[in-house]
């Protein structure tokens, strides 16, 4: 399987460089300082905040010729649609692996909805220059896989072959057969949360005022229960039932966690407010569907 990783920040640095470790034909899709960075040193890879780097020689271009079995998608929300403009007249199947409440049909009517699956990337990390610290494995992030499907549900050879080659790369995937559902209450914990600690100045900066973190856990509970479907994972729903308090002390617990700390979390770019703006669109939308569909019923 020829594969191009479409994004070169964290996730799509850290994916491609697997993939290329593990032998398989990888090329990563940079532009401007990132791809001239790429260039010259490769992918740049450190283990948390430790000093040992090392590089790993992905190949990189700076378009999306044609010629791919598979791209996976790793990009910011409100960059998706600039990326279906460039894979629009391109052939082979399209893997987004991104934050997105919009589900497939928009993805698929830009690029014809056979090529579309939707994904997740599990992994962590933060951009420190040039240099990917990504988060070390734990006994949490080893359990919690990749979860990637087919916009129907379904299991198709093609899904079979796509998490095998990740799992070649020791990557951690799963069949997830709700995936917009999975993505849709993802969405609905991490735009609070993303919003939350975007304006505190930090995570640790929103632990440390309770205030905020019990408002933001009424956002949660608001955007969860304004969805049109049970949340996925069933778990999520223990975030409208667990008692405020309780979950206040755990909530504060994880933002001052090391998991958080190399976490998008901490990105303080422009970046990060336009998307969590794009992605709370996409989640009205979703809510108002939703809304009509409960008042459909209740007639």
Known sequence: MRLLVYGAGVLGSLYAARLHEAGLDVSLLARGERLAALRRHGVRLAEGHGPAVRRVPVPVVDHPAGGYD???VFVRTHQVDAVLTSLADLDGDVLFLLNWAAGAQPLGAALGHERVLLGFGSAGGTMDGDIVRYRPAGLLTRRVPMPIGEPDGRTTPRLDRILRTFRTAGINAKAEPRMDAWLKTHAAFSVPLGQAAYAAGGPEALADDPGAVRDMIRRMRDSLAALPVPPVPRAFAALRTLPEG??????????RSPTTALSGLNDISPATP?????LAEQLRAAHAKGDAGKATGAE
Not at 246 to 255: G, I, K, P
Not at 274 to 278: K, N, Q, T
């Open 274 to 278: 336009a998307e969590l703006d794009r």
């Open 246 to 255: 309780l979950l206040v002390a755990v909530l504060r617990r994880f933002l």
């Open 70 to 72: 598979l791209t996976a």
